[in-house]
């Protein structure tokens, strides 16, 4: 163990929750998530954790927040939930058309996909550790559309959407037609896949994502390309690495986002906050009175969070 993991271990855990309320995110989500209208937010592939970037709506009484994974032993988490949103789980995987599907269940379960891993030629020289993939015992189990998992839960909410499912990612999402038809979806943060042959075999790619996102009216705010790991497993300045993946992070357009309700508006300020997009954040309160009234009518000092977000930026 390292001095300085040592000497962090020895800090109270107050003083850590009081340093970490004096960061700019924490600051933020004490002035807004108390007087957000209610979003639902779906984490799918929500192994271990909850992600601590959302705390705009982890921190929101109204957020409804499901965390969907397979593997239940995985978010045993849920039960000693401490974020004051309100938490369900769904411990049924997705897919697009749901029903019986076949889950690849990887050496290391967290590889484990509806997609079976293939080591093309291409990549055989690459991949330094089979033992991650291999052996895959194949298991049927049930699974849900997203539209399906979403049943009992506001049904007419904006939604937000993680996913991490091992290269489903996107056919998850074309599964959902019918909530971007209706404009439910607000925004999605996404992994995806950038090999031109991706080892989990049919994995929906980053340009495919792109290119159906912005035909739902989305577009990219964010990409957080991921290079592979050394085969040394060493990480060396000067230092190149294939492009493995990504992690992105859309929206809906501003122009498509105006015509939606009051509450949808509001609840993407908090995604773009959620993102750090301070400057996105601050135009929207600028140029949008009616959500500057809600906020203001629900509690909300807009004044003193426009006034940290103009520090910000």
């Known amino acids: 163990m390292s001095l300085g993991l040592a000497a962090r271990r020895l800090i109270p855990q107050s003083a850590k929750n009081f340093l970490r309320q004096r960061t700019l995110p924490w600051r933020v989500s004490i002035l807004l998530s108390p007087y957000l209208p209610i979003s639902i937010c779906v ?98 189990i049930e699974t849900l559309t997203l539209v399906q998992a979403l049943a009992g839960l506001s049904a007419t909410a904006p939604v937000f959407v993680k996913l991490d499912t091992q290269g489903t990612e996107l056919s998850i999402l074309q599964g959902a037609q019918p909530l971007f038809d209706e404009r439910r979806i607000v925004g999605i ?50 230092r190149n690495t294939y492009l493995n993946e990504c992690d992105a992070v859309f929206a809906l357009r501003p122009d498509v986002a105006a015509t939606l309700a009051v509450e949808y508006r509001v609840s993407l300020l908090a995604f773009y906050l959620t993102n750090l997009f301070y400057e996105e954040a601050m135009s929207l309160l600028e140029h949008d009175a009616e959500v500057v009234s809600f906020l203001s009518i629900q509690g909300c000092s807009v004044d003193a969070l426009v006034a940290i977000l103009k520090a910000a930026v």
């Not at 982890?58 to 849920?78: H, S």
């Not at 995806?192 to 075999?201: D, F, H, I, N």
């Not at 989305?218 to 300045?237: M, N, Q, T, W, Y």
Request: hydrophobic share 35%.
């Open 189 to 238: 943060e996404m992994e995806s896949t950038l090999l031109a042959q991706p080892v989990m075999k049919g994995s929906g790619k980053f340009w495919q994502a792109c290119e159906y996102m912005e035909q739902q009216g989305f577009e990219l705010l964010h990409i957080k390309p991921i290079a592979a790991v050394a085969r040394s497993g060493r990480v060396r300045s000067g």
């Open 43 to 140: 984490d799918v592939g929500a192994s271990y954790y909850p992600h601590g970037k959302w705390l705009a709506f982890l921190n929101a009484p109204r957020t409804q927040w499901l965390a969907v994974e397979p593997n239940e032993a995985n978010i045993g988490y849920v039960k000693s939930w401490r974020w004051p949103c309100q938490v369900a789980a769904c411990t049924t995987g997705l897919s697009r058309e749901g029903g019986t599907q076949t889950l690849y269940v990887t050496n290391v379960d967290t590889g484990s996909s509806l997609l079976p891993p293939e080591i093309t030629p291409s990549m055989k020289h690459r991949v330094s550790s089979l033992g991650y993939f291999f052996p895959v015992t194949e298991r049927r």
